[in-house]
């Protein structure tokens, strides 16, 4: 039994916010899945079984879906997603395919083969150290546990715990995990927070929380041993703290911060029109990163200077095959004309070989793709290198991206760029991409899209004054700059410490490159994390950096810090 002293929990703070109620526990309610081998003259019932616990769990997700068409638009926009893929998942995925062929060739039975296949996935993608792919092994994981416990409770039981409704009030939702589904079944009316023992900075459930609106704390360890139902709580989710049973002083003092936080965002909210300037009067472009077209509408209403970064993974992850060319102009198309003229930089494939292995690739070169699974992935054949070394996979992006430039203001940027010869090889292709295009009727700029750098490895930063003899712009990733830099792998939990996007090598890293643009005269950007910082701005307009690209949710208190920073007053590195 618990006593009543206040008690002080830390964990991740995933989503912004305070919130203030007393706590309702739900657990998971994870089931045991057994192990055994069917017969068999039994394989076909065995694979109908488990297609009527997929139909179950398809009925389930639409349910889902219809529910967040209700939502903010944010929030409904990022849950739809989200379950529209685990619909996709349900059809005729890679994870079906292989439950399907373990049940029927290899005899399991329908909740052994769907888990085994489950932990064969997830491995496979936690293996690539992406975040993208970390985030789709747990859509996989929620998904899994939805189909399990149709097949072995009683087929409703996570139907229940959805439309439960937990408590007439309002209050804080405690739980070993949410799965994003979980998540999305929430009622916002009800549930003001949530805090579990489980969950990353980068998943899912955290992402729907912050589209949400919703104060959360995860990975909070021991919280279930540590709390009672219906203890007074407060979570803190900009400093990922969790207060069971409060004293009045703690109480009255957050109380205090959340009203001045909801202030604090009202005028974050004003900022949106004003300009980005210095207090001083100099501009600064404020630009977002992109890593999906749901986010286009949030960059659009914030009146930022365009996108400083569009990631296009999206357009082979939520695929069953390599895209196309017109695909891809397709998907890229509705980006920059929803922009209107505002520039947009498009950054080239980004992934690793072994990331495409599951797409289809057609029977004439699959074979020449198994090789590319790298020991360490971070080290191996991946974007840039990716792309020349398979030119036709390369040139139906570049196509695409050139037809689209005919439409908007777009730029072209190349990631992981170690040496001068990546670059003159681009410009070739792209040559040849435009004379192509221009062959069979389609319209492409006279003048070609200006074509960039990313500075993301060490040797780039220290060749940058000839890098910049051959690109048209350079823009800093400092996430990857700094993992490089620093050989620390930034999803490695073991390594947090090690990861200092501020430590010494970077800032010198930073200060080369700009030095090498400011020579050349070519634009320099920061689109990496601490570009989102508000304590490091200043430390970057001070070196000479007159572009950041941030994400959405994060320009307004970026725009706040350059308003109040002066640079014409004094000519110092800070």
């Known amino acids: 039994m618990k006593n009543n002293d206040e008690l002080r929990l830390h964990g991740l703070g995933v989503s912004p ?7 309702k526990i739900r657990l998971s309610g994870a089931t045991d899945v057994p192990r055994y081998l069917i017969q068999d003259g039994d394989t076909e019932m065995e694979w109908s079984r488990l297609c009527i616990a997929v139909a179950a769990a398809k009925h389930e997700l639409q349910r889902l879906i219809a529910k967040a068409a209700s939502m903010p638009p944010a929030a409904s926009e990022e849950i739809c997603s989200i379950l529209e ?24 039975n329908a909740a052994l083969a769907l888990f085994e296949e489950t932990a064969a996935l997830i491995t496979a993608f936690n293996a690539m150290a992406d975040r993208y792919l970390a985030s789709r092994a747990e859509d996989v994981r929620g998904l899994t546990r939805r189909v399990l416990r149709l097949l072995i409770e009683t087929g409703n039981a996570h139907a229940a715990a959805e439309n439960n409704d937990e408590s007439s009030t ?10 994003p589904g979980d998540t999305a079944a929430l009622d916002t009316l009800k549930v003001r927070g949530f805090v579990t023992e489980s969950g990353g900075a980068d ?4 992402i729907l929380a912050r589209s949400m609106d919703m104060p959360a704390v ?12 219906d203890d007074e709580t407060i979570i803190d989710g900009n400093n990922g703290i969790v207060i069971l049973r409060p004293s009045a002083a703690t109480l009255a003092h957050y109380q205090k911060v959340s009203a001045q936080k909801l202030a604090d965002k009202a005028a974050l909210m004003q900022l949106r029109l004003l300009p980005s300037l210095t207090h001083d009067g100099v501009r600064i472009k404020l630009k977002c990163n992109i890593e999906l077209p749901r986010e286009v509408p949030l960059a659009v209403s914030s009146n930022c200077d365009g996108i ?7 357009l082979y992850l939520n695929a069953g095959r390599l895209p196309d060319s017109e695909t891809q102009f397709q998907h890229l198309a509705s980006i920059v004309e929803a922009m209107e003229q505002k520039p947009v930089t498009i950054r080239t494939l980004d992934l690793g070989g072994e990331k495409l292995l599951n797409l289809s690739h057609g029977d004439e070169d699959a074979a020449e793709w198994q090789h590319q699974a790298a020991a360490n992935p971070l080290l191996g054949l991946r974007a840039i290198r990716l792309c020349l070394a398979y030119p036709e996979l390369f040139k139906a992006q570049l196509k695409a991206i050139l037809r689209v ?6 730029n072209i940027l190349l990631p992981m760029v170690s040496q001068i010869g990546e670059v003159v090889a681009t410009r070739r292709l792209l040559a040849e991409c435009a004379d192509d295009l221009r062959a069979s009727g389609y319209v492409v700029p006279d003048r070609l899209p200006p074509l960039g750098v990313m500075i993301e490895i060490p040797a780039a930063a220290l060749i940058a004054d000839e890098l910049a003899k051959y690109a048209d712009f350079f823009a800093i990733g400092t996430n990857d700059l700094t993992m490089y830099t620093l050989a620390v792998d930034r999803a490695d939990e073991q390594m947090v410490d090690y990861y200092q996007p501020g430590h010494p090598a970077i800032w010198q890293l930073i200060d080369l490159t700009v030095q090498a643009a400011a020579k050349r005269g070519i634009n320099v950007s920061v689109c990496g994390e601490v570009a989102a910082d508000p304590e490091v701005v200043e430390n970057l307009l001070r070196r000479g950096i007159r572009e950041l690209s941030v994400t959405p949710p994060s320009l307004g208190l970026v725009k706040q810090q350059i308003r109040r920073v002066s640079l014409r007053a004094e000519n110092k590195t800070a």
Do not use: W, Y
Not at 85 to 108: F, W
Not at 203 to 206: F, N, R, W, Y
């Open 218 to 229: 995860l990975a909070v360890p021991d919280l279930l041993a540590r709390c009672d139902d």
């Open 170 to 179: 309002p209050h804080i939702l405690i739980s070993d995990i949410l799965t």
């Open 203 to 206: 998943s899912h459930t955290a």
């Open 17 to 23: 916010g305070i919130a203030i109620a007393r706590l």
């Open 308 to 314: 400083g970064l569009l990631r296009t993974e999206f």
């Open 85 to 108: 893929v685990q619909l996709q998942m349900l059809g005729g995925s890679r994870l079906m395919r292989g439950v399907e062929n373990r049940i029927k060739n290899q005899r399991q």
């Open 405 to 410: 430039a005919a439409l908007g203001n777009v």
